[in-house]
């Protein structure tokens, strides 16, 4: 039994050997196989990481333009509202402007106007008087000159009576003579 104990440990460890040589000579093909097949792996790994990396900066680019593009996009439209904001509250101040010079002419006007009806009235007024004074001037006129002729009637009659006396006094004188 002595010898049984020895060989049949040794003949398991021969087949086990036999085994291990061709197990480890398979082993370290696949262990290189699974390294490479991880290597392999790694580097597909870091190529994507790379690829993605890339796509994420070329995302991250375009992004970045389209926030430039909106963000310029965003202070034109607040530069065109400012713009408008502005030139609304110009044309505001300039339309308030007019507003109070035009008020201003306007009452200045109705002053003018008011001065040149009463000097129109006035006028008119002093015109009345003229007109009156003219009627009047005319009728003195025309009762003067009737006067004026009357009075040339009566002294022509005057005369004429003092001829007739005369006349009258040179035959009664005649006659006295006679």
Known sequence: MNKAYFIIPLIGVLIFGGFYVNF????EAHLAEVKAKADEAKKEKA???VIDREKAIAAAVEAS???????????????????????????????????????DQVRRL??????????????ELEKKTLVD????????VK???????????LLDKIAAAEKARAAEA?????????
């Open 170 to 178: 040179a035959a009664a004188a005649a006659a006295k003579k006679s």
């Open 24 to 27: 480890s000579r398979g082993h």
């Open 65 to 103: 333009k389209l926030r430039t593009e909106e963000r310029l996009k965003k202070e034109k439209l607040e530069e065109d509202k400012k713009n408008a904001r502005q030139a609304a509250e110009d044309k505001r101040l300039r339309a308030n402007s007019d507003k109070t010079k035009l008020t």
């Open 47 to 49: 190529r994507q990481q």
């Open 143 to 153: 009762q003067a000159e009737a006067n004026v002729k009357y009075y040339y009637d």
């Open 110 to 123: 109705k002053k003018d106007l008011e001065e040149v009806q009463e000097e129109i009235k006035k006028i």
């Open 133 to 140: 004074e003219q009627a009047f001037l005319r009728t003195y």
